[in-house]
């Protein structure tokens, strides 16, 4: 039986009485440091183990930002914001919540691929589960080692394909640890239901083997039957422990994603971000740019540079999109054009992945981006390839020949990684471009105009998606949901956002973003039947109910 929510002030495992003196200081779901009341210290054994002045919890986030600020680097600001994470949770996400946009930048993309690159250098503390081959057998054992019996929201990754970064293998780690930080930060996920898991099965990077320090297990990466094998034990093993657990499959390499949403997609109630979500944000995007341009959906073309999960996901629901508006499917795909490393993707290229043949036209060779565009003549631009500065100024120029508005998503995280700056966009095509990024761009001002450039970040459709699936008990999350999901995000982008050409809503409106797109997408799973909790007759404040709040309880009631 699917359990509602049962409480959302779950404070670690039921019925357990609260730690006291220091064991409760060290325990970072309780611990409200210089917070706790005079009375919760007589109560606790807590007196002399803190300065005597009792703080409130918007004096600790003035000194928490004040000394995240003093850090001159991005990676010292994360180091300093997950220590925080460390000792004390509902701090945390108060500080994250307050200042999303400030740390978001931190805490996630682009600043979580350098502490990935510098994982087991900076390790302090595990923050989730660690999988690895060796465990093969005791794997449900090791899921219950977990301090958290109610787990709804498991992300896992095997750390090959992390960012655009490569096989970073157990130092991958800190991908689905930031996600969840997002899950509970931007749709209030609990954070005791949330449990980040790296499955280790090796690293293919000689880098990382030959690091002394490298914590992950030193040899190539098992591939085959074995692999398989092992992940069929850990998803089977998170539905006997964790029975009413949502799972995402995060930074997969392209070999295994695709194969592993088929396979399990349909059995459990799982997807796959990089492939669903990144398609959602983008296709949200380019319906809120169709606004501007002022034509159909329909009358569209799109050209993908990067044909991997990220591109060949948005080419499926874009299809879907497309075919939602009266085009048939082969009509769909003729709207969809991807290039490569080798070049357009075209019927006489042999030996294409599979994701990539649905969208094999008939058509003469392209070796390059430009020609292609110059060839097809593209209304949209979508960078998915994980290649920096990959679109050149000629490219951009040629757009803004071929468009009045040429549409051009430079979605590649992080940073480094994205296809085009804001900046060069708008610059080479004189302002005209709907720029959308997979990283933050600062606002460029133009002949005196202040463009916005909106971030085509995943964050704005994954949380909402696992809240709807959490609170609907979904058995199954479907491509559909991913539609009705960016359908939701687009409708809540106002006439002022595009005035200042951002595709997106702000981020600091992420909280009731994700509550209504949540609603759109629950109120899907209830109307195809895949819901195991009964329809509540309030929907929206049914989701709100399951937002978690960075607050602290009482412990003890002071107010005599």
Known sequence: MFEENPTSTYLGRPGA????????????????????????????????LMPAHVATMDDQVERVMEGVRRNSTALGKYIAMMALFDRNRALFYRVLTDHLQELMPIIYTPTVGQACKKFSHIYRKGRGLYLSALNKGRIAEL?????????????????????????????????????????????????????????????????????????????????????????????????????????????????????????????????????????????????????????????????????????????NLLVAALMAEGLSEAQARQRCWFVDSKGLVVQSRQGLAPQKQPFAHDYPQQDNLLSAVRSLKPTALIGVSGQGQAFSEAVLAEMATLNKRPIIFALSNPTSKSECTAEQAYAATAGQAIFASGSPFAPVVLEERILVPGQGNNVYIFPAIGLAAMATGAEYITDEMFLVAALALAAQVTDADLAQASVYPPLTKIREVSALIAVAVADLIYEKGLARTKRPDDLLNYIYSWMYQPAYPDYVDDRS
């Not at 006291?20 to 210290?41: H, I, V």
């Open 143 to 315: 899921l219950r080692n977990w301090s958290y019996e109610d787990v709804r929201m498991v992300v896992v990754t095997d750390g090959e394909r992390i960012l655009g970064l490569g096989d970073l293998g157990v130092d991958g780690m800190g991908i689905p640890v930031g996600k969840l930080s997002l899950y509970t930060a931007c749709a209030g996920i609990h954070p005791t239901y949330c449990l980040p898991v790296t499955i280790d099965v090796g690293t293919n990077n000689d880098e990382l083997l030959q690091d002394p320090l490298y914590l992950g297990m030193r040899q190539a990466r098992i591939r085959g039957a074995e692999y398989d094998a092992l992940i069929e034990e850990f998803v089977l093993a998170v539905q006997e422990v964790f029975p009413q657990a949502v799972l995402q499959f995060e930074d997969f390499a392209n070999c295994n994603a695709f194969r592993l949403l088929q396979t399990y997609q349909h059995r459990v109630c799982c997807f796959n971000d990089d492939i669903q979500g990144t398609a959602s944000v983008a296709l949200a995007g380019i319906y809120s740019a169709l606004r501007l341009t002022g034509l159909p959906l329909t009358e569209q073309t799109f050209l993908f540079l990067g044909a991997g999960e990220a591109g060949t996901g948005t080419g």
């Open 17 to 48: 009485p609260l730690p006291t003196g220091n064991d409760l200081l060290q325990n970072p779901m309780l611990n409200k440091g210089t917070a706790f009341s005079c009375a919760e210290r007589e109560a606790f054994g807590l007196l002399g």
